[in-house]
Structures are given as structure tokens and as C-alpha cells.
Antibody, heavy 121, light 113 residues
Framework: QVQLVESGGGVVQPGRSLTLSCAAS????????MHWVRQAPGKGLEWVTF????????HYADSVKGRFIISKDISENTIYLQMNSLRTEDTAVYYC??????????????WGQGSLVTVSS | DIVMTQSPDSLAVSLGERATINCKSS????????????FAWYQQRPGQPPKLLIY???TRESGVPDRFSGSGSGTDFTLTISSLQAEDVAVYYC?????????FGQGTRLEIK
């Protein structure tokens, strides 16, 4: 069965960096687009970024562009979210989600349990 | 960016009654070349990640009870729960995946009356 397990969250000071990981299993990882979506405490869902199945296309929300970097390691079946210059407004639960099969215009059908990132001094 | 606006923000319905949630997109999410609406509905129960319910506006995800149905096209969409069950208490989100950035509605909180 499809499993997505996020790790790497924690408390970090404003301006510092943190990297999240999402380990995937139960499907052919190399054929799927992967997303990060976040949810601030008590708020709605905000899409953050995706990386296409072949790693050749990456899109970012304006709120994180230039600060966050998504990457994937096919040999490890893992995606990463490197978060730099963190701000208090980046505090959220970060979800990893599976996107489309060999396309990035598709729904997100499986989600991890999420990893909490708290940016605070 | 495509803005997704849900209505109402919250809804209280009696057990066994119908619940209807609406979502409007600021521009069409219907792709004319394949006649598909790039639109989905998600359910998020307290303390849980979102769960996909409906995609392509009206296709029910595997394992989702048939009391959940989606309708609409272009810019106006509806999620209907035909007979509300206690386990349906959740926040429901609409999403467009027609263009980047992917965007979600603000959410509709569904409670039992």
C-alpha cells in the first residue's frame, strides 16, 4: 500500500534553515509528481511546491519562492524540502502528497501524516 | 492565480439529512481538449491529513462511500453528502489543479445539528 512518511520537523529560529524528508513506498516513485502542502495552526491548506516525476519541473508558491528548494532522490524513494530564511509565518504542519502519474496536472491522492515546523525565537 | 471560494464557511446538518457545499473558481478549470474539469474535493477530519474524495469534479475515489457525490463544470462545483453520518464531521476543501499554483478553497466546516 502507498505510504508517505515525513520527518525532520521541529522548532527553529527565524532566519535559520531546516530540511524535511518524505520517504515513499508502495508505488513506483520515479513515475509520480510529488507535492508539499502546508497548514498553519487552525488554518486551511496551502500548496507549497511540486517536483515532476522526472525531476525536470519544479514549481513554487510565491510565498516560498527563492527560499525553499524541493528535490528528490529516486534511489532512496525520498523527496526533500530545504527551507531557508525561515519566517514565523512558515510555522505549519507540512504534508507530503503524491500527485499525478507522469503528469503534474492531476489530483493529490495520498498524503502523509505531516511534520510540524515551528519558527520561533 | 485561480482563486477558489467555498460557501458556506460552516454548515450544521442533522444526521441522515443532505449536506451541500459549493465552490466557485475565479476562472474556468475545464480543459477543452479533453473535456475534463481539473477539480477535486478533500475531507479533513480533526487531527488527520486531508483525504481525497472526488476528482475530475465528479469521479469518486476508490473506497469513498457513494453518499458522497460531486457535480459541476467550468467555474461552479458542488459536493453533496446525501445522508449525513456522524463520521462525516470534518472540514471539506475544494482544489483546482488546472494551473500552477495549485489552489484550495478556504474550507467548509461540517457539523451535526
Amino acid at each position: 500500500q502507498v505510504q508517505l512518511v515525513e520527518s525532520g520537523g521541529g522548532v527553529v529560529q527565524p532566519g535559520r534553515s531546516l530540511t524535511l524528508s518524505c520517504a515513499a513506498s508502495g508505488f513506483t516513485f520515479s513515475r509520480y509528481t510529488m507535492h508539499w502542502v502546508r497548514q498553519a495552526p487552525g488554518k486551511g491548506l496551502e500548496w507549497v511546491t511540486f517536483i515532476s516525476y522526472d525531476g525536470g519541473t519544479k514549481h513554487y508558491a510565491d510565498s516560498v519562492k527563492g527560499r525553499f528548494i524541493i528535490s528528490k532522490d529516486i534511489s532512496e524513494n525520498t523527496i526533500y524540502l530545504q527551507m531557508n530564511s525561515l519566517r514565523t509565518e512558515d510555522t505549519a504542519v507540512y504534508y507530503c502528497a503524491r500527485g499525478g502519474l507522469e503528469t503534474y496536472s492531476d489530483r493529490t491522492d495520498y498524503w502523509g501524516q505531516g511534520s510540524l515546523v515551528t519558527v520561533s525565537s | 492565480d485561480i482563486v477558489m471560494t467555498q460557501s458556506p464557511d460552516s454548515l450544521a446538518v442533522s444526521l441522515g439529512e443532505r449536506a451541500t457545499i459549493n465552490c466557485k473558481s475565479s476562472q474556468s478549470v475545464l480543459y477543452s481538449s479533453n473535456n475534463k474539469n481539473y477539480f477535486a474535493w478533500y475531507q479533513q477530519r480533526p487531527g488527520q491529513p486531508p483525504k481525497l474524495l472526488i476528482y475530475w469534479a465528479s469521479t469518486r475515489e476508490s473506497g469513498v462511500p457513494d453518499r458522497f457525490s460531486g457535480s459541476g463544470s467550468g467555474t461552479d462545483f458542488t459536493l453533496t453528502i446525501s445522508s449525513l453520518q456522524a463520521e462525516d464531521v470534518a472540514v471539506y476543501y475544494c482544489q483546482q489543479y488546472y494551473s500552477s499554483p495549485i489552489t484550495f478553497g478556504q474550507g467548509t466546516r461540517l457539523e451535526i445539528k
